[in-house]
């Protein structure tokens, strides 16, 4: 196996314990004790797949689940003590994509991360589809029902951030937060982008069925439904 593993796990022993086997299969782990770290880690790197704590001290392992599914597709497995159901079940819902309980057999462990890893290779098509809509990210395109949409980098990148996370709305300041140029303007540049955007995109730019307003928050990625 080869990939990076984000380990946060506040355990020593049992982290200890996961980066040597995880080791030995070939894969760079890289372990975080609480998710607040973990959260700053994941702004610098993009891990192949997170091993996941839910008793950690600091933000919840649940609530930490919830905000990287906010933002990325990085298959999640939940490793932890916690018995209950319920703890499972509201796991999944938040996006995890497998749950182990300890104590754990490591052998077992280790069948569920190359599952998991060997999920997400077909990722060699890195085209993101959501409705109509697929993006390219590697060539920067877009297309509805498989007809191209003619877009400025701009406008490219706004419609990525909304699709990347469907139905999550995002404030202007969010937005432009995560456009890489300072000279995009200021927050109501994102207006007029996403003006151009409906334009482009939708059949009736006065009544969008994508690319909402949620009066006095910001827009999102319907997704058409």
Same mark, same amino acid.
């Given at each position: 196996?080869?990939? @990076? *593993?984000? +380990? ?7 982290a $200890?314990? +996961?980066?040597?086997?995880?080791g030995r ?5 890289? %372990?975080? %004790? ?5 959260? #700053?880690?994941?702004?610098?790197? $993009?891990?192949?797949?997170?091993l ?6 600091g933000m919840?392992?649940l $609530?930490?689940?919830r905000?990287?599914r ?7 497995l939940i490793?932890t003590? %916690?018995?209950?159901?319920?703890d ?5 819902? @938040?996006g995890?994509?497998?749950? !182990? ?12 991360v190359k ?7 077909? *990722?060699?098509e890195?085209?993101?589809r ?6 390219d ?5 877009? &297309?509805?029902?498989?007809?191209? !949409?003619?877009?400025?980098a701009m406008e490219y990148r ?18 432009l937060? %995560? ?5 995009v303007?200021?927050?109501? &540049?994102?207006?007029?982008h ?6 482009? #995109? ?5 009544t969008?069925r994508y690319?909402? &307003? ?12």
């Amino acid at each position: 196996m080869k990939g @990076l *593993v984000l +380990l946060v796990e506040d355990d020593d022993g049992i982290a $200890e314990l +996961l980066e040597l086997n995880l080791g030995r299969e070939g894969l760079e782990v890289r %372990r975080q %004790r609480d998710a607040e770290s973990a959260l #700053l880690f994941l702004k610098r790197r $993009e891990p192949d797949l997170i091993l996941l704590d839910l008793g950690l001290p600091g933000m919840d392992g649940l $609530e930490f689940c919830r905000m990287v599914r906010a933002e990325r597709r990085t298959p999640i497995l939940i490793v932890t003590s %916690r018995r209950e159901e319920v703890d499972k079940v509201l796991g999944l819902e @938040l996006g995890a994509d497998d749950y !182990v309980t300890k104590p754990f057999g490591v052998r077992e462990l280790l069948a569920r991360v190359k599952a998991l890893l060997r999920r997400a290779e077909p *990722v060699a098509e890195r085209v993101r589809r959501v409705g109509d809509f697929a993006l390219d990210p590697d060539a920067k395109s877009v &297309t509805r029902s498989g007809r191209p !949409v003619d877009l400025t980098a701009m406008e490219y990148r706004i419609l990525e951030i909304l699709v990347n996370a469907p139905r999550r709305v995002f404030s202007r300041e969010e937005i432009l937060a %995560r456009l890489p140029e300072s000279g995009v303007g200021y927050e109501r &540049t994102i207006d007029s982008h996403l003006a151009r955007l409906r334009r482009k #995109l939708e059949d009736d730019p006065k009544t969008p069925r994508y690319l909402e &307003t949620v009066r006095g928050l910001g827009y999102r990625f319907s997704g058409g439904s």
